[in-house]
């Protein structure tokens, strides 16, 4: 099968996956790898995401994967919105379009959704060991909050809100994601900043205009700008098949 054909059924498989509600669970898994840009490290990254395996399948895979120090295995994490839908975008020359790491799955699982450009360090936690950055992240996105979600916002000193989109699954115990002040006591927040959440009472959704400006700790969160980007036509958000809504997270 050539690379693009598979690059289109991998893109359809996506934009399915993501217009299908979760069944059995209350949020729906974002599973990772990544790989070092040699060419811009320290944090630029090629990032590949799993939209058919299972947590499990994801923690199977060793970790650096291929045995190279290069890549690594994120850690899983859920998504905190309700639906969304993603252009693919097109590797740089020379980087894998898609992979295939987990073995019970025929054929390449892992698919190629992002680029991090850039980020800079804003400060670092000791109680949770994590740092705080701020990058520059190349992707196409619509994420999409449903009135009556509970959102987690930081606000920084200058008035900028970011929304978190996923969280890692392992601390879901710990922390209320689905509660209003569920997050009051995460600690890896950076000076200066402020958290606060509240209860939808009418649909957001956003976009990241090609590029998104993200918080991210080391590994337990991410968070989105909310920034003020015109809304893309449906046909390229959604396609021919008008796929792309989902319903990720129950409420209570």
Same mark, same amino acid.
């Given at each position: 099968m050539s690379n693009t054909?598979?690059?289109s059924l991998l893109a359809l498989v996506a934009l399915v996956?993501?217009?299908?509600?979760?069944?059995?669970?209350?949020?729906?898994?974002?599973?990772?790898v990544r790989q070092t840009n040699a060419i811009s490290p320290p944090f630029s990254r090629y990032v590949y995401i799993c939209l058919i395996c299972t947590e499990a399948q994801h923690l199977a895979i060793p970790d650096p994967p291929f045995g190279d120090p290069a890549w690594e295995r994120a850690r899983p994490k859920v998504q905190m919105f309700d639906g969304g839908s993603a252009v693919l975008p097109t590797p740089?020359?020379?980087?894998?379009?898609?992979?295939?790491?987990?073995?019970?799955?025929?054929?390449?699982?892992?698919?190629?959704?992002?680029?991090?450009?850039s980020a800079s360090v804003l400060g670092f936690d000791p109680g949770s060991g994590e740092f705080t950055v701020v990058a520059q992240v190349q992707r196409s996105t619509q994420l999409k909050y449903l009135a009556g979600s509970v959102v987690?916002?930081?606000?920084?000193?200058?008035?900028?809100?970011?929304i978190l989109f996923t969280f890692a699954s392992d601390l879901l115990g710990t922390y209320d994601v689905l509660a209003e002040g569920g997050l009051a006591s995460y600690t890896p927040i950076p000076a200066g900043w402020t958290y606060s959440s509240q209860t939808l009472t009418s649909n957001l959704k956003f976009y990241?205009?090609?590029?998104?400006?993200? &918080? +991210?700790?080391?590994?337990? *969160?991410?968070?989105?700008? /909310?920034?003020?980007?015109?809304?893309?036509? &449906? +046909?390229?958000?959604f396609g *021919?098949?008008?796929?792309? /809504?989902?319903?990720?997270?129950?409420r209570r």
């Open positions: 054909i598979l690059r996956l993501l217009a299908v509600p979760a069944l059995g669970a209350s949020l729906n898994p974002n599973l990772e740089p020359p020379g980087v894998a379009p898609s992979l295939d790491l987990v073995p019970g799955i025929p054929g390449d699982d892992y698919v190629y959704v992002a680029q991090v450009l987690h916002q930081l606000t920084n000193p200058s008035g900028d809100t970011f990241s205009g090609g590029q998104a400006t993200v &918080l +991210a700790t080391t590994s337990s *969160a991410s968070w989105q700008l /909310l920034q003020n980007v015109p809304e893309p036509g &449906l +046909a390229v958000l *021919a098949a008008g796929l792309g /809504l989902a319903v990720a997270r129950r």
